[in-house]
């Protein structure tokens, strides 16, 4: 469970899968990724991928696609590339990443990460960041949530370019990174590996491409459900600002999300006690 402060400044209780839910005074209270809807509330439906750890790595690594395994075999043979997985991340670590996203986030006119929520997930001990280094120049970082009997790759982001070799070594690099993520977590007895989201839709052709991707490694696709309840007015109003932006096309939405996120940055740095306190439990 972690508790921060959103954008518009709103109180937040994020809980994952089965968690308990603390007793308290909050605008919203979220459960991701819950097995099954809870009847009275606004429950949202979830796909994603999961990849069995189960099995012996050599069979779960022939599951995969056979040219993410030649790009895999690819990237292991460049001397030049380092794997780095890091369980618990220093600030100067944390920062770092942050920074790439934002920069990625740009580049492909997404949402930048809220830092506060991220920073109150590696305050629970539970964020891994993961990243893989050429010529000590990092192309690919993963940041995600190791919690109970799942692994869940919260957000990837990639060295933006416009060079097509470049862009080619990144993607060998980014399927090794998972590869090697699925290693280590099989060796300390981590049965699942979880994408974190599967597009269901056919319009999004970015999403669609980002589907292709993460079923080269196999898996099965699921249906879980996050669960949202905003228990203020200021939390539905909010919704119904977000529902509202969520229509518009990609580049003017993510226009709208960077000055949500500039207007809740400008209140933090001139309110003498914007409260933004995290609490990791």
């Not at 369980?87 to 920074?99: C, G, K, P």
């Not at 993961?130 to 192309?139: G, H, K, M, N």
Request: proline fraction near 4%; aromatic fraction near 10%; include cysteine.
């Amino acid at each position: 469970m972690i508790i921060f402060r959103s954008r518009e400044k709103l109180r937040c209780q994020e809980l994952w899968f089965n968690e308990p839910e603390q007793a308290g005074k909050y605008d919203i209270v979220a459960r991701n990724q819950s097995i099954s809807p809870i009847p009275g509330k606004r429950n949202e439906e979830f796909h994603t991928l999961l990849i069995d750890l189960t099995p012996q790595p050599q069979k779960i690594l022939s599951s995969f696609d056979r040219n993410t395994r030649s790009q895999i075999r690819a990237a292991e043979a460049d001397e030049s590339v380092a794997v780095e997985i890091i369980e618990r991340a220093s600030a100067a670590q944390l920062a770092e990443f942050l920074n790439f996203y934002d920069d990625f986030s740009r580049s492909k006119s997404i949402w930048p990460i809220w830092a506060p929520r991220l920073r109150a997930l590696h305050e629970s001990d539970r964020l891994v960041l993961s990243r893989v280094i050429r010529d000590q120049e990092t192309l690919v970082w993963h940041a995600s949530l190791r919690t109970g009997d799942r692994f869940v790759v919260l957000y990837s982001a990639s060295l933006p370019t416009a060079d097509q070799s470049l862009r080619k070594v990144i993607g060998q690099a980014n399927r090794l990174l998972h590869w090697r993520e699925m290693l280590f977590l099989k060796d300390q007895g981590c049965p699942i590996y979880d994408f974190c989201g599967w597009y269901a839709g056919v319009e999004d052709k970015a999403l669609l491409l980002v589907n292709r991707f993460k079923e080269e490694f196999g898996g099965r696709k699921v249906v879980e459900y996050n669960i949202i309840e905003d228990r203020t007015l200021r939390a539905k109003f909010i919704r119904v600002l977000k529902i509202m932006i969520s229509k518009f096309p990609k580049e003017r939405k993510a226009r709208w999300q960077r000055l949500f996120h500039a207007a809740a940055l400008l209140y933090v740095a001139t309110n003498r006690n914007p409260d933004f306190t995290l609490l990791s439990l």
